[in-house]
Nanobody
């Protein structure tokens, strides 16, 4: 059974930084791509960033230059470094991976950016 556990969220002022972590278990971590999504109140869940098993990265346009996704295959952890945070970044952030055509999600971690 695949489990994803996020941490690192919190309350931060605009312009501040946070680093989110997602620890995975029950899967061959190095063989899978991982992604961060977020969902703000009243909005659909949206892709923030994705990292392939080879370390190639993709970002949503609004996050380019501010967010950095990375992975540590030894620690089985994917990170999201978020800098220059804006109030519109306020959302629950979720870790995601697909294993054998099934999509797995963590429980989410709340990020709140105050103006």
């Amino acid at each position: 059974q695949v489990h994803l556990v996020e941490s690192g969220g919190g309350l931060v002022q605009a312009g501040g930084s946070l680093r989110l972590s997602c620890v995975a278990s029950g899967m061959i971590f190095s063989a899978n791509a991982l992604a961060w999504y977020r969902q703000a109140p009243g909005k659909q869940r949206e892709l923030v960033a994705r990292i392939s098993r080879d370390g190639n990265t993709n970002y949503a346009d609004s996050e380019k230059g501010r967010f950095t996704i990375s992975r540590d295959n030894v620690k089985k952890t994917v990170y999201l470094q978020m800098n220059s945070l804006k109030p519109e970044d306020t959302a629950v952030y979720y870790c995601n991976t697909n294993v054998r055509d099934y999509s797995y999600w963590g429980q989410g971690t709340q990020v709140t950016v105050s103006s």
